[in-house]
């Protein structure tokens, strides 16, 4: 065992959950947690050739997300607004989250969507103190399901997802402290799996604890293909951003290692890297055997062919076409949804910034 991993161990006995801890095989090969159930994103090919403007003039675009009947809803981090968006009207506020501050990378982030058909809309969003995910539910008050993500200037994460195994994921980003991702008791740095309730998820390498990984700078893209493996995207320091391949119990290195060369001190390598100055990832989506990923400094979308829980040599769409890209979705029609983030205070705002574009399945 290496002595990242006996760290790691050490730590974990001092949260009290040594027989739990021991019962585990840290060195045999990790699989999914989802991997034996169907994926999150539906399949088809969406035709790039063929944009729709569906909506223009939104406050930093953030969030993006489908109700059961196919409505887009897209978080504006600044306002605070979850704005309910469809092709030819004009958005509607869905609903305004209270208590968002919005301050340099910080405010309403990602949005997700209860499995099934009961509505639940979650937001995780930046507060006074720290970093936070709302559930809003029709008919009923807000809740408050996981607090505690430290908050900072930047690197708040903030995507979350329902996965194929119906949990809630989250990625979360150091807050500028590195040492957080290092830490098992810290959410930050980490990619956590929760209930829909916001407890830690049945399944978790450490019961008890929410962490499914850790060693992670600043994830904001979260995605499953077509056999369950979670993917994620992560913004790298100076020279190298990451898709990594999200295994339980993984340690992806972070702050020892920026982008391949730590599998030998127990880490795991991304199965991408991109300079940062070609990508800063944020969102990524999967729709058949292609994953899309949104990039900000980059202005362009990167695509990538998967296959086995590799990716081939990733190939750029849209170069400064549209400028920074933030998110990027797949609708339940299997129609692909961007947003543009120019407006956010690092963009050059053109025309009609900021857009939500849908690209229809073919």
């Not at 095989?25 to 035709?47: E, F, K, L, M, W």
């Not at 001190?265 to 969102?283: C, E, I, K, N, Y």
Request: charged share 20%.
């Amino acid at each position: 065992m290496t002595g990242v991993r006996r760290a790691l161990t050490a730590a974990l006995l001092a949260l009290t959950v040594a027989s739990c801890a021991q019962d585990q095989q840290p060195d045999a090969p990790a699989t999914p947690i989802a991997s034996s159930v169907a994926p999150s994103s539906p399949g088809g090919i969406p035709d790039l050739g063929a944009p729709e403007e569906v909506a223009q003039g939104i406050d930093v675009p953030w969030g993006l997300a489908f109700l059961p009947d196919g409505t887009a809803l897209v978080a504006e981090r600044d306002s605070g607004r979850i704005l309910r968006v469809t092709p030819g009207r004009a958005p509607e506020l869905f609903h305004e989250v209270p208590g968002v501050v919005a301050r340099g990378e910080g405010g309403l982030l990602g949005l997700a969507v209860a499995p099934g058909e009961s509505g639940a809309v979650y937001a995780y969003f930046t507060a006074e103190n720290d970093n936070r995910i709302l559930r809003v539910r029709p008919g009923e008050p807000e809740e408050i399901v996981y607090t505690g993500i430290a908050k900072a200037g930047n690197h708040n994460g903030g995507r979350i997802a329902f996965g194929p195994d119906g949990m809630l994921y989250v990625g979360t980003g150091d807050a500028g402290d590195s040492a957080l991702s290092q830490d098992p008791a810290s959410p930050n740095g980490k990619i956590l799996r929760l209930t829909p309730d916001g407890a830690p998820a049945p399944g978790n390498p450490t019961p008890g604890s929410p962490v499914l990984s850790l060693g992670h700078r600043n994830v904001q893209g979260l995605a499953w293909d077509r056999t369950g493996r979670l993917f994620a995207a992560e913004f790298g320091q100076n020279r190298l951003d990451e898709l990594n391949l999200v295994e339980p119990g993984r340690d992806y290195g972070w702050p020892t290692v920026e982008g391949p060369g730590g599998s030998d001190r127990g880490f795991t390598d991304p199965v991408l890297t991109w300079p940062t100055s070609a990508a800063s990832p944020s969102g990524i989506a999967i729709a058949g055997d292609t994953l899309y990923l949104a990039a900000l400094r980059g202005e362009r979308l990167w695509t990538t062919t998967l296959s086995d829980g590799t990716a081939a040599t990733p190939r750029p769409v849209f170069d400064d076409t549209y400028g920074r890209l933030r998110t990027v979705a797949v609708a339940p029609d299997g129609a692909l949804w961007l947003t543009t983030s120019n407006t956010d205070g690092r963009g050059d705002p053109r025309t009609g910034d900021d857009r939500v574009l849908r690209f229809p399945a073919r």
